[in-house]
C-alpha cells in the first residue's frame, strides 16, 4: 500500500512533468469525470454571457434614448462653441481695442485685447480730462439784505467737470466739453492723466446742445505729458442697442479720474425742461434742459463732475458725452449722455472757431444797450422770440449806429445763438472795444411779427461803470401792444 501510494505518487509528478513537455505526449491515464463541477462552470458561463448580452442592450438603448433627445447635439453644439469662443479670443487679442483718429501718442493707447471694462478703461484714460472753472461772482453783502446798505462783496467760486481730447490742430490741443462745465469762467484748468495742469481757453460753444471747446497750447504741454494722452476714438452712437454695455469716465466729485459701469437703458430719450432747484432737476446744469435733444440714457452712474466726460461702447469708443442726472429721491441709475453721431458737426464747427482771450480791462466793450432776458414765460406771455430783449438804446452807442431800436431782441451775437443777458456779457468779454461783430435781431412789424436782420456793429468802449443791463425778469417786463413794447419798472 505504501509502495503504491509512492508509485502513484511518482506517476503523478511524471504526469507532471509530461504536462509541461509539449514535445513529448503524456500518457493517457483514465480518471474520474466531476459532473457536479461541470455544471457549476456551465451556469457560471451562462450568467456570465447574459450579464455582456444585457449590458450591451442597454447601453444601445441609452445612447438611442439620449440621440432622440437631443443631448448628442448639444453636446456637439457647446463643443463647437467653445471652440468659437477660444477662436474668437485669440482673433481678438490681435486687434486693437482703441483707435485714435488723430493719436497723439500711439503707444499710450495701445488695446490689451480683452473686451472687459478694466481694458477699455485703461485705453480710453488717456484722453479724459478734468477741468476746473474758476470764477468771480458778486454777492450781497451781509447787511444789505436788512437794509442797512453795504456794497456787493466778489467771491471766488470753483467748480469741476470732465472733457475728452477730441483732436488737435498745428498749435493747440482740443477738448470736448459741456457748455456749463465752462460757462461763466474766468480761469480754467485742464488736468491730464499724468495729473499735469494746464492752463485752457473757450476756443468755441453752443449753449442750445449744452457743448463747448477748449483749447491748450501745444506749447505749453511738456513732451512727458505728450506721449502719455491720446485723442479719443468716435464711435457710432445710431448704432447703439438697448441693453448694450457701456462705460462713463469722468472727474466725479473732482476726485479725479473714476469708472462707472452699465447699460444702455434708453435710446432718442427727450428731457422735459425743468429748473435746476426743482427736486427732480438736472442736477449738472443751472440752464433749462429743452425738449427738443434726444440723450443716451444709461444706469452707468454719472455724477456732479462727470458732465463732459466720456460714455463709451466695448470697443473703447466715444458714443456720447455725459450731461446730466437725474436726481430725485423716488429715482435711481438715470443718467443721459449727449449722442456724439447727433453733435459730431457742431463739434467739427466749434474746433475750426478762432480762440479768444479775454481783453484787458482797458480795452473791454459794450454794445450800448439794456436788455432783458426773455425766457419760456415772456416768451408765453407776449409771444417775442427767446433772446435778449432791447429795453432801452444808449445814445450815441455802437447799437444806435448799427439801427439797434428798442423792442428788437438779440439773438445770435458773432453767429453764435444768444439765450440771456449774462451770456451776452460773457461773450463780450472776449471782444475789445471798436471790434466789428455781426449781431443777428428779430425786429417786430406790423400785427407783432417779427422779422430777422442781420447787423454789423462797432463796439463801444465800457464805461467805468458798467452800463445798466438786467439781469432779473421781475425788474422790467416787456408790454404788448400793436407791435411796440415798452419796459416798465427798468432801471436806466
Known sequence: MYENENQSFDNREQDYHYTNTPEQQAPTRPR??????????????????????FGGVASGTFLGVNYAAGY??????????????????????????????TPVSTGSAASSGSLDVSSVAESVMPS??????????????????????????????????????????????????????????????ASFIDNSVYEAT??????????????????????DTMSQIAVAAVGDSDSLKVGEQVVAIGNALGYGQSVTTGIVSATDRTLSSSDSSDSNALISST????????????????????????????????????SAKLASTEVEGMGYAIPITRVSSIIEELMNETTRTKVA???????GIAGITVDSNINAAYGIPAGVYVASVTPGSGAEAAGIRKGDVITKFDG??????????EKLQYYAAGEAVSITVQSPGEGGIYTEKELTITLSSAQSSEESQSTDNTQAAPEKGNGTHKAMGYQD
Open 287 to 322: 440752464v433749462t434742459t429743452k425738449e427738443t435733444p434726444t440723450y443716451i440714457q444709461t444706469d452707468a452712474a454719472i455724477n456732479p463732475g462727470n458732465s463732459g466726460g466720456a460714455l463709451v461702447n466695448m470697443k473703447g469708443e466715444v458714443i456720447g458725452i455725459n
Open 416 to 425: 453764435k445763438t444768444v439765450s440771456t443777458i449774462q451770456e451776452l456779457k
Open 32 to 53: 474520474k469525470k466531476n459532473t457536479s463541477a461541470a455544471r457549476i462552470a456551465k451556469k457560471a458561463g451562462a450568467i456570465a454571457l447574459s450579464a455582456v448580452l
Open 361 to 367: 480791462d482797458s480795452q473791454k466793450s459794450s454794445i
Open 72 to 101: 448628442r447635439n448639444n453636446a456637439s453644439t457647446a463643443a463647437s462653441s467653445e471652440s468659437a469662443s477660444a477662436s474668437s479670443q485669440t482673433t481678438s487679442s490681435s486687434s486693437s481695442l482703441l483707435k485714435a483718429t
Open 202 to 223: 473757450i476756443k468755441g460753444t453752443d449753449s442750445d446742445n449744452d457743448l463747448a471747446v477748449i483749447a491748450v497750447p501745444l506749447s505749453s504741454i511738456s513732451d
Open 128 to 189: 479724459i480730462v478734468s477741468i476746473t472753472n474758476k470764477s468771480v461772482q458778486e454777492v450781497q453783502n451781509y447787511f444789505s439784505m436788512f437794509g442797512y446798505g453795504g456794497q456787493a462783496q466778489e467771491v471766488e467760486s470753483t467748480s469741476v467737470g470732465s472733457g475728452i481730447i477730441i483732436g488737435k490742430n498745428d498749435t493747440e490741443l482740443l477738448i470736448v466739453t459741456n457748455n456749463h462745465v465752462v460757462e461763466g469762467a474766468d480761469t480754467l484748468s
